[in-house]
């Protein structure tokens, strides 16, 4: 389906941005002209300039983002425009240009001593930047020389062109192959291969799963260079600034404790006797003799999927989201009338779902929606995360406005778990509760066990890295084998296409950026638990976090939602409700 075929309501307005490209590229003409960030170098040693500096950047940054945020969505809407690629290129050309500018600034502050930069801190004047002043001190020993940082600031473009590479390959040079399915001659998509793998025809799994992984084996040499780009980046950052590798680096980033990282995979590592038991049943439900990586995604019960139009996923989603209260439903349904949401899967377009919030402008949600379970989950998902910026934006100045990413997934992940309970509870149906339980476990094992699956393989990646190793498609593949075994056990023959599935994970392009998931889903479940056992007061603490930003750091802002991170028992928590559904399902029958 082409764009143009798609009805107005399902499109997003980028009219809420600028009224055309016209309006965008007057807009992106006036910021061309930098101001005189230059006129603050040397000066950045008392309250006063510091005050005046940052007010003259956050001006700006939150004007550069406006026009970054068009460029984005309309190159996304079809990746094949070259007007918009030549946009995206643009701006990401001036937001390097302008971090080479205004990079002497760090280095000016951290320069400080310590007592002085805690003293401009403590001023009433900088009280919006008191958290990231506290984080500028702790970075001191991490900042080199103005004209150093002036040069590591005009590396970020070209440093970041492996993961542009990758987004390319993925969505527009693929080749992704024809198959016959369901009577059809179709073009294998992103879409399409996941609506098959949640599906109940084997054979078109197996398949699909053949085709699909034979795409990207033709390429698989580039993508490995590709990834080692990427690794070899982080290394590069983590050389110059003196870390002891790029996962501290990374945590570091976040105002995240190795503890919280050391305590996702130990409980993982720990649960995984639950995992392969749950393979055991999987397989058993299935009645295969021998069970193949394409079978785990498809539903135990048949013929109980979700089959629902945009529209009625939509109020299945209000539904399940009641718990939250009035002003929350009244804002999805806003997100949803005033078109806030891209619907539909088309030629050239981004594949995948996400949404984006800059400050100053409404979210916006990316889908592909097709009429799976999967995807009204995707609903729920993307809008929490749309809310959460919304909320974040709406009740912080600018500098606390966006939320660390280690929290990014906690709102969507809490929405989906609410949606999930909600279902469970209110359906009658005894084969319909057994879908939802096993749609449930497979909710915690893909974005728990498999993003620490994820997490472990980038992990090990870099560290081979660093260690001096090649990364080729040889030992990559031979890394992501092994952890798959790891995780799922005997139960499951481990197809040798499984070996080359970190070649098409876009997220490892953002590294450390998975584990986020799992400890996301951790927090959410806890979270979602007090929702539904305390009301009210949950909410409302619940809602403190939604609009807490970056006012400080995110595991404190989770333990004020009832997640605490740093503690065992929280992930022993999410494990024991894996294991619970898993024990209600077996005892259905």
Known sequence: MERSEVATQYRWKTEDIFESDEAWEAAFAALETLPAFASYRGKLNNAEDVAAYFALTDDYEVKLMRVYLYAFLKNDEDVRVTKYNAFVAKVMSLMTRYSAETSFAISELTSLPEETLSAIAADKRLKDYDYSLRRLIARKKHVLSAKEENILAQTAEPLSVAGDV???????????????YQGKRVKLSHGLYSVIMCGTDRAARAKAFKKYYAAYEKIINTLATTYFGNVKRDIFYKNVRGYSSCLEAALFEEDVSREVYENLVSAVDAATPVMHRYMQVRKKALGLQTMHMYDLHTPLVE??????????????????????????????????????????????????????????????????????????????????????SYFSNANQPYAKSEYKIFVAEVASTVNEVLLLKYLLRTTKDKRLKKYLLNYFMDMIRTTLFRQTQFACFEAEAHAMAERGEPLNKDNLSALYYALNKKYYGDAVTHDKEIAIEWARIPHFYRSFYVYKYATGITAALSIA??????????????????????????????????????????????????EDALNQFEAIG
């Open 166 to 180: 990758f987004d390319m390959l993925d969505d527009a040079e693929l080749n992704l192959p024809y198959m016959f």
């Open 303 to 388: 013929d109980a999927e979700l089959r629902l139009t945009f529209e009625e996923a939509f109020e299945l989603v209000l539904g399940g989201l009641e718990p939250l209260g009035e002003t929350y439903a009244a804002l999805l349904k806003k997100g949803r009338d005033e078109r806030w949401i891209d619907v539909c899967e088309t030629e050239g377009k981004r594949g995948g779902a996400y949404s984006i919030g800059v400050y100053g402008n409404h979210p916006y949600v990316l889908l592909n929606y097709q009429p799976t379970t999967n995807n009204v989950f995707t609903i729920a998902h993307e809008m929490g995360h749309a809310l959460h």
């Open 529 to 578: 638990e007090h929702i539904l056992t305390e009301g009210q007061p949950a909410v409302e603490r619940y809602f403190n976090f939604l609009k807490g930003g970056c006012s400080t750091d995110p595991v404190s802002l989770l333990k004020g939602a009832g997640a605490d991170l740093t503690k065992q028992e929280t992930f022993a928590s999410a494990m024991k409700q894996f």
